[in-house]
């Protein structure tokens, strides 16, 4: 009998550190699989950054390098221009690429490194008990915004496009907003992820998949409150879809065309 | 087959000395007195075909060579003062995470901006472990054109060896000026130790996984002990300095880098006056040359650091020679300019003269 559906082999078979309801596994689970079906396990390096998702290396079966945080581009421009042939996967979080980070992500991106960067905007920040981020959205609420996001009277700003705010920049190539709250948008945000993957493997620029996740912890919410939190909250001020698709060459529509749409 | 003699800047001739050494990226930013150093690499790496990036900062550039390193290339970076404090945070990292690095910094003077004639107030920074954390690595101090490009040669091999980042520690003079050197020759790939630890290496067994995070308390202590014990043996293998004139003198200067040609010049000067002094240059920062000094020390020496500071290095000649059998009580005097001021060999050898009572 054949096996439809399995354990990816690039994700070790443990269960992880994240807490219920968190869109990291899932996450981890199509980097993974995009990882399989690209036969690419044996060539991929994935870089993790400082942040929940600084387990990564427990999780993946392949080769990792971490960083200091918001290091991440800069580390992965090094290890990417001396292993051309591997799949670098820079994975980031929005304190770690948004804040501390926004110099290295945007150069990175200017310079069209051929490495694909997994964003997870969660608007919070994780790891550290649910400060604000720099995607955090106006009132919402934070440790550090205890009366929620407020832009005029504490001057906290606003949040962060980034994948709008990259696109503007000539050495991006792919960039792509998913989520992870419903079926639906997880298989979208795969062919995204495969889409970026293949367009690094064939050396042509910069390629970046934010995906919007939830923190049911730090949101103190229910799992599933949480996802619906991502949909009617989050999806209206971070828009889904193919933010900028400079992939000309026929493979990338054909690699549409194998996915759920 | 040795090679002509070449005139270059100390700064070109690092550069020459790490592209010759099989240097596969470089990362750097912009800053006096380096740019030379920055500038060399862009046109020698890039016509080889190697990595060259301008980073966009000293704290990107630092976390390049972090990765691509872990990654198994040979890299380096290089700065002055204020963009070395920059890049501590990565070498923390590459310390804790033991990711082989060169790390040049042609010091200039603080702190702050502070200006951007030679100095030495970086020595604190340099051999203490600049960033956070338990650690140290090794420091080289140039002292000549020629030994930069020797010293940056041998850094590579030093960091692969013992897997910590190799710092040079020269300064201004020494990278702005010009000398005749030898070059070494290019290393051919081959003579390159294997570095199946590195991520990308093809995953010969299993995973390579680089990184500094060990949370678990006793995972981290015996992670850094171990460390610590391979400290011992690099001090025993690479301390190493020059000595001039140390048997026949009562006082010897203890000067690195640029102060120590002022005190090789007062050595010389004193000698025509036939007064004997010597210099003990330590080359090896970290390790420090400390049982050299003790030895010395012992027997009943007394000495004269004189740095283009306010005293750092003199703290370590004192723990060398504090408490040695036969050591003279407070046998340990300083002399020092700062500010990117150089000293002159007249204000060393008169400073001896006085400590010596010789007219």
């Given at each position: 009998?054949?096996?439809?559906y399995?354990?990816?082999?690039?994700?070790?078979?443990?269960?992880?550190?994240?807490?219920?309801?968190?869109?990291?596994?899932?996450?981890?689970?199509?980097?993974?699989?995009?990882?399989?079906?690209?036969?690419?396990?044996?060539?991929?390096?994935?870089?993790?950054?400082?942040?929940?998702?600084?387990?990564?290396?427990?999780?993946?079966?392949?080769?990792?390098?971490?960083?200091?945080?918001?290091?991440?581009?800069?580390?992965?421009?090094?290890?990417?221009?001396?292993?051309?042939?591997?799949?670098?996967?820079?994975?980031?979080?929005?304190?770690?690429?948004?804040?501390?980070?926004?110099?290295?992500?945007?150069?990175?991106a200017?310079?069209?490194?051929?490495?694909?960067?997994?964003?997870?905007?969660?608007?919070?920040?994780?790891?550290?008990?649910?400060?604000?981020?720099?995607?955090?959205?106006?009132?919402?609420?934070?440790?550090?915004?205890?009366?929620?996001?407020?832009?005029?009277?504490?001057?906290?700003?606003?949040?962060?496009?980034?994948?709008?705010?990259?696109?503007?920049?000539?050495?991006?190539?792919?960039?792509?907003r998913?989520?992870?709250?419903?079926?639906?948008?997880?298989?979208?945000?795969?062919?995204?992820?495969?889409?970026?993957?293949?367009?690094?493997?064939?050396?042509?620029?910069?390629?970046m998949?934010?995906?919007?996740?939830?923190?049911?912890?730090?949101?103190?919410?229910?799992?599933?409150?949480?996802?619906?939190?991502?949909?009617?909250?989050?999806?209206?001020?971070?828009?889904?879809?193919?933010?900028?698709?400079?992939?000309?060459?026929?493979?990338?529509?054909?690699?549409?065309?194998?996915?759920?749409? | 087959?040795?090679?002509?003699?070449?005139?270059?800047?100390?700064?070109?001739?690092?550069?020459?000395?790490?592209?010759?050494?099989?240097?596969?990226?470089?990362?750097?930013?912009?800053?006096?007195?380096?740019?030379?150093?920055?500038?060399?690499?862009?046109?020698?790496m890039?016509?080889?075909g190697?990595?060259?990036?301008?980073?966009?900062?000293?704290?990107?550039?630092?976390?390049?060579?972090?990765?691509?390193?872990?990654?198994?290339?040979?890299?380096?970076?290089?700065?002055?003062?204020?963009?070395?404090?920059?890049k501590?945070e990565?070498?923390?990292?590459?310390?804790?995470?033991?990711?082989?690095?060169?790390?040049?910094?042609?010091?200039?003077?603080?702190?702050?901006?502070?200006?951007?004639?030679?100095?030495?107030?970086?020595?604190?920074?340099?051999?203490?472990?600049?960033?956070?954390?338990?650690y140290?690595?090794?420091?080289?101090?140039?002292?000549?054109?020629?030994?930069?490009?020797?010293?940056?040669?041998?850094?590579?091999?030093?960091?692969?060896?013992?897997?910590?980042?190799?710092?040079?520690?020269?300064?201004?003079?020494?990278?702005?000026?010009?000398?005749?050197?030898?070059?070494?020759?290019?290393?051919?790939?081959?003579?390159?130790?294997?570095?199946?630890?590195?991520?990308?290496?093809?995953?010969?067994?299993?995973?390579?996984h680089?990184?500094?995070?060990?949370?678990?308390?006793?995972?981290?202590?015996?992670?850094?002990?171990?460390?610590?014990?391979?400290?011992?043996?690099?001090?025993?293998?690479?301390?190493?300095?020059?000595?001039?004139?140390?048997?026949?003198?009562?006082?010897?200067?203890?000067?690195y880098?640029?102060?120590?040609?002022?005190?090789?010049?007062?050595?010389?000067?004193?000698?025509?006056?036939?007064?004997?002094?010597?210099?003990?240059?330590?080359?090896?920062?970290?390790?420090?040359?400390?049982?050299?000094?003790?030895?010395?020390?012992?027997?009943?020496?007394?000495?004269?650091?004189?740095?283009?500071?306010?005293?750092q290095?003199?703290?370590?000649?004192?723990?060398?020679?504090?408490?040695?059998?036969?050591?003279?009580?407070?046998?340990?005097?300083?002399?020092g300019?700062?500010?990117?001021?150089?000293?002159?060999?007249?204000?060393?050898?008169?400073?001896?003269?006085?400590?010596?009572?010789?007219?």
């Open positions: 009998m054949e096996v439809a399995g354990h990816p082999k690039s994700l070790v078979p443990i269960q992880t550190k994240y807490c219920p309801g968190c869109g990291h596994g899932v996450v981890h689970r199509l980097i993974a699989e995009a990882v399989d079906e690209l036969g690419a396990q044996d060539r991929s390096i994935i870089m993790n950054p400082v942040g929940c998702s600084i387990w990564a290396d427990l999780y993946f079966d392949f080769d990792s390098v971490q960083v200091p945080h918001g290091r991440t581009p800069a580390g992965a421009t090094g290890v990417k221009r001396m292993r051309p042939d591997c799949l670098v996967i820079c994975y980031q979080g929005d304190g770690d690429l948004a804040a501390i980070g926004t110099a290295e992500i945007v150069h990175a200017n310079r069209g490194e051929k490495f694909t960067t997994i964003f997870i905007n969660n608007a919070i920040y994780g790891m550290t008990g649910g400060q604000m981020a720099p995607t955090t959205l106006v009132g919402q609420k934070a440790t550090t915004a205890p009366h929620g996001r407020d832009p005029d009277v504490a001057g906290m700003g606003y949040p962060i496009r980034v994948c709008e705010m990259l696109s503007t920049l000539a050495g991006t190539k792919y960039i792509a998913g989520a992870v709250d419903t079926a639906a948008n997880v298989r979208k945000t795969k062919q995204y992820i495969k889409r970026a993957f293949e367009a690094q493997l064939r050396g042509v620029g910069f390629t998949v934010e995906v919007l996740s939830p923190c049911p912890t730090n949101w103190q919410m229910s799992p599933t409150e949480a996802a619906a939190w991502v949909a009617s909250d989050m999806v209206p001020a971070f828009p889904l879809g193919e933010i900028k698709n400079e992939l000309s060459s026929p493979s990338a529509t054909s690699t549409a065309a194998g996915g759920a749409t | 087959m040795i090679e002509e003699k070449r005139l270059m800047k100390g700064n070109e001739a690092i550069g020459e000395a790490a592209i010759r050494a099989g240097c596969d990226a470089y990362f750097g930013y912009p800053i006096t007195p380096q740019n030379e150093l920055t500038a060399y690499m862009a046109s020698g890039l016509d080889q190697r990595v060259f990036i301008q980073a966009e900062s000293e704290v990107a550039a630092m976390s390049m060579v972090y990765g691509a390193a872990a990654a198994g290339g040979r890299a380096m970076t290089s700065s002055s003062s204020p963009g070395v404090s920059l501590q990565g070498i923390s990292y590459a310390c804790g995470a033991d990711i082989p690095c060169v790390v040049v910094n042609v010091a200039r003077a603080g702190p702050g901006l502070g200006g951007i004639s030679p100095a030495q107030g970086d020595y604190f920074q340099a051999t203490r472990g600049g960033g956070h954390g338990d140290y690595h090794i420091v080289l101090a140039p002292k000549s054109v020629q030994e930069a490009a020797d010293l940056t040669y041998e850094a590579f091999a030093l960091a692969e060896k013992w897997r910590m980042p190799v710092m040079i520690l020269a300064d201004g003079l020494i990278g702005q000026m010009m000398e005749g050197v030898s070059l070494p020759p290019p290393l051919p790939s081959r003579e390159r130790p294997s570095r199946p630890w590195a991520a990308g290496a093809g995953r010969p067994g299993a995973s390579n680089l990184t500094s995070l060990f949370i678990d308390p006793p995972d981290l202590e015996a992670k850094v002990m171990a460390r610590f014990e391979r400290y011992e043996e690099i001090a025993r293998e690479r301390a190493s300095f020059e000595a001039v004139n140390v048997d026949k003198a009562e006082l010897i200067f203890v000067a880098g640029t102060a120590s040609r002022v005190c090789l010049g007062a050595v010389q000067a004193a000698k025509e006056m036939g007064l004997e002094l010597g210099l003990l240059r330590p080359i090896s920062l970290w390790p420090f040359p400390k049982d050299e000094l003790a030895r010395l020390a012992g027997k009943g020496k007394r000495f004269l650091a004189v740095e283009m500071s306010m005293g290095m003199v703290d370590d000649v004192r723990l060398a020679v504090n408490g040695t059998v036969g050591a003279r009580v407070a046998a340990v005097d300083f002399y300019r700062t500010g990117g001021i150089i000293p002159s060999e007249e204000e060393v050898l008169a400073e001896a003269k006085r400590l010596m009572g010789w007219k």
